[in-house]
Nanobody, 122 residues
Framework: QVQLVESGGDLVQAGGSLTLSCRASGRILRITDMAWHRQAPGKQRELVATITAGGDTNYTDSVLDRFSISRDNSKMMVYLQMNTLNAEDTAVYYC????????????????WGRGTQVTVSS
């Protein structure tokens, strides 16, 4: 069974930095796109950043030049480096990944973690 587990969420002051990590585990053959999403209180979940297996990245405008997504394919991990945090970044952060398993070699499936809380105090 595939699992994604996030870590690194914390309470941080405005202007500070934080790095989130997400580890995939299970009977995984390969992982293609990985991403970070977030959901603030009372708001819909939004896509923050994506990264392909080859390392191509994309970001939502509000985090451009402040956040950086990266991955370690050998460890099946994805990271989100967050700098110059502000109160609007307060949210539960989720990672997701498109994963091919031994039981699903053809199409793969999207998997999600349970989230990690990031709170930015102003």
């Amino acid at each position: 069974q595939v699992q994604l587990v996030e870590s690194g969420g914390d309470l941080v002051q405005a202007g500070g930095s934080l790095t989130l990590s997400c580890r995939a585990s299970g009977r995984i053959l390969r992982i293609t796109d990985m991403a970070w999403h977030r959901q603030a209180p009372g708001k819909q979940r939004e896509l923050v950043a994506t990264i392909t297996a080859g390392g191509d990245t994309n970001y939502t405008d509000s985090v451009l030049d402040r956040f950086s997504i990266s991955r370690d394919n050998s460890k099946m991990m994805v990271y989100l480096q967050m700098n110059t945090l502000n109160a609007e970044d307060t949210a539960v952060y989720y990672c997701s990944a498109h994963i091919y398993t031994i039981d699903d070699e053809t199409q793969g499936n999207d998997y999600w973690g349970r989230g990690t809380q990031v709170t930015v105090s102003s």
